[in-house]
């Protein structure tokens, strides 16, 4: 176990003794010395008859006042006059007096008053300076004398040195095809002489692309363990400095230590950030900060010798704002898409995160990893830990399917929000709401099949959910089966309208989703026949959400707006007559899930695909009943 060592706050104390000792001396040199003796002021004439009566013992005359003292041991003070006789009645009274000179060489006083307490204080800085450095572990970035001032423009890169135990390709999964493309590199890394007999040379660079959370960073590690050298990782954000030329510094430190170091990889993490197209528009003359620190990344990736063994990776969110300079080939040569990972993937990742973590045998990760459509390694990772943190809490010692089922609803809704206490009338809307989900999706070809519903709220503000979950991964959607997820979002809207007569708040996601779909249909998919096959919009940042804007008229874009709504209409209307055919299943399945709060989707399917039953009481005398029973309650409380 790595003990961390405390700091020693002995020297600390040194050095503020040393300052209060400096500071008293200077208020010893510049501040004239004040007599602790009481002294009485008085006017010229009271002194001159004292020194006419002999009262006074001695005397000293300044330039701008007298102080004498008394034969009874007084000290007095008074201000000068032009008084010529002054010597001779001190004189004649047998005063011991003498004159104090004031006056002070320009040039001493200045050295006091200005030089000295400089270099004092400088002396004082130094030493605390070196104090902070060696509390901090030596100097930042091997800056000029260990001083952090003289740090700036180095890249403060983090060194990883890989060791036998160090992260492999074994240890990141799901990522197969990535992990191929990148072999290559490991193997000129351990051995460039049978690239460069052939002639061959290694790409300079390679870009990680893909969503947040999916092992790009992983992945550099990965290869710098299997090659083993020596690993720097920077992020983009590191290069850009308060001050202007310190970024295109730190790219130069940079690869000046890779350099000294080769062979080793350097990876700059978010490398947009540094890396945007250039247009001219952010400064005055297109030259501020961030471009300089691209151009020398440029010019140092153009002019670096690929044969050193040194190879330079990127990651990035955000392919499509980079400059084409920096893509084009001899910088990065190489796009290495890093994607989410397909139903294998997602259960590989499930394995390596769960290896040190005590399953029950039952654990089935192909479950999990099918209800967990869509999720990064990251996420992943945090539902497994989510699983375990459950099993704590529940007091168990190993993590069970349940635990596992419940992180990621966990993950995808929040955690549960018992605090929130839905009225009856409340709670049967939202049973009714997700019952007209479920039932829709159920009644419809090709659809989804329902997991599980709930109608307990979430953290994230959800009252109730209908959990979908396909067989494997859909990679393409057709027009049917977007128009059926249309419908779908729109079930819970009218089984409201259905049976209360009523619509509710509730529908707001549904609403937003369901939009969402009808227009990508129309402006991206070319799914409508007015519009034919033309893209309406574009779309930026597809690894962050997928911005779209459209790219048309007005008078295009108010055509887009009206086949939208039809389209949402059209589905609404479906889903409101699939559930109107099949009230008594809608009644059953709602009192059902308003009773038990969470089904899941077997029971769903077993009371849908029964006989129908007669329901005892509908929606209206349910929530007549129980207000009823609240009002006898609260009456005899």
């Known amino acids: 176990m790595n003990h961390v060592k405390k700091p020693d706050n002995k020297p600390l104390l040194i050095y503020v003794a040393i300052v209060i000792v400096a500071m008293l001396m200077i208020n010893a040199l510049l501040v004239p010395a004040i007599n602790n003796q009481h002294v009485r002021e008085v006017d010229y004439s009271s002194f001159l008859s004292m020194v006419e009566d002999k009262n006074v013992s001695k005397a000293q005359l300044n330039n701008d006042y007298i102080t004498f003292e008394d034969k009874e041991g007084n000290y007095y003070k008074t201000t000068t006059f032009n008084d010529p006789d002054l010597v001779n009645r001190l004189n004649d009274a047998g005063v011991a007096f003498g004159r104090v000179i004031t006056e002070t060489n320009p040039i001493v006083a200045f050295l006091l008053s200005w030089i000295l307490p400089l270099v004092i204080f400088y002396v004082i800085g130094m030493l605390l300076s070196r104090m902070m450095i060696k509390r901090m572990g030596g100097g930042a970035g091997g800056g000029l004398g260990g001083n952090p001032m003289m740090s700036f423009g180095k890249s403060n890169a983090k060194v990883y040195v890989p060791s036998t135990t160090s992260i492999k390709f074994k240890d990141v999964a799901g990522e197969e095809e990535a992990k191929q493309l990148l072999q290559e590199l490991v193997q000129y890394l351990k051995d460039p002489k049978k690239y460069a007999d052939i002639g061959a040379k290694c790409p300079k660079g390679a870009l990680l692309v893909g969503p947040p959370g999916t092992g790009k960073t992983l992945l550099a590690k990965a290869i710098a363990g299997e090659a083993n050298v020596p690993f720097f990782s920077i992020a983009g954000s590191e290069f850009v400095e308060m001050f202007v030329g310190m970024g295109a510094s730190k790219v130069r430190d940079l690869f000046d230590q890779a350099a000294k170091n080769a062979p080793c990889i350097v990876f700059i993490d978010e490398i947009d950030t540094i890396g945007k197209k250039r247009d001219g528009a952010s400064a005055i ?353």
Do not use: W
């Not at 471009?291 to 044969?307: I, K, P, V, W």
């Open 285 to 637: 003359g297109g030259n501020d900060e961030r471009e300089q620190t691209l151009n020398q990344l440029l010019t140092e990736m153009d002019g670096f010798d690929a044969s050193k063994g040194v190879i330079i990776l990127g990651a990035t969110n955000r392919p499509e704002v980079l400059d084409p300079a920096l893509l084009r080939p001899g910088r990065f040569d190489r796009r290495i898409p890093v994607e989410l990972p397909d139903l294998q993937g997602r259960i590989d990742i499930l394995k390596v995160h769960s290896k040190d973590v005590k399953m029950a045998d039952n654990v089935d990760f192909s479950s999990i990893a099918r209800t967990a459509s869509g999720t990064s390694g990251a996420e992943l990772a945090n539902i497994v830990n989510e699983a375990a943190l459950r099993a704590v809490r529940q007091g168990r010692r190993f993590v069970t399917q349940e635990d596992l089922q419940e992180s990621i609803e966990v993950v995808i809704a929040g955690y549960q929000k018992k605090s929130r206490v839905l009225s009856t009338k409340e709670k049967l809307i939202v049973s009714y709401h997700e019952i007209g989900h479920a039932m829709v999706a159920a009644y419809q070809t090709n659809s989804a099949p329902v997991q599980k519903i709930t109608i307990i709220p979430r953290t994230n503000g959800a009252l109730g959910y209908t959990l979908q979950v396909d067989e494997g991964d859909k990679f393409l959607l057709s027009k049917e089966e977007m128009l059926n997820r249309i419908a779908t979002f729109t079930g819970g809207r009218c089984a409201e309208e259905l049976i209360f007569h009523s619509i509710t708040t509730g529908a707001s996601n549904d609403i937003e989703q369901a939009t969402r779909f009808a227009r990508a249909m129309i402006t991206q998919y070319g799914m409508d026949d007015d519009f034919g096959m033309v893209a309406m919009s574009t779309q930026s940042n597809m690894y962050l959400g997928g911005d779209q804007q459209l790219a048309c008229s007005p008078e295009t874009a108010k055509k887009i707006d009206d086949a939208v709504v039809k389209v949402v209409k059209e589905q609404h209307d479906k889903a409101y007559a699939i559930l109107e055919e099949h009230q008594d299943k809608l009644h059953e399945l709602a009192k059902y899930l308003y009773d038990h709060e969470t089904i899941t989707g077997e029971e769903f399917m077993k009371i849908l695909l029964a006989k129908p039953e007669t329901v005892d009481s509908t929606a209206e005398e349910v929530i007549g009943a129980s207000e009823t029973e609240n009002q006898e309650v609260n009456s005899s409380i």
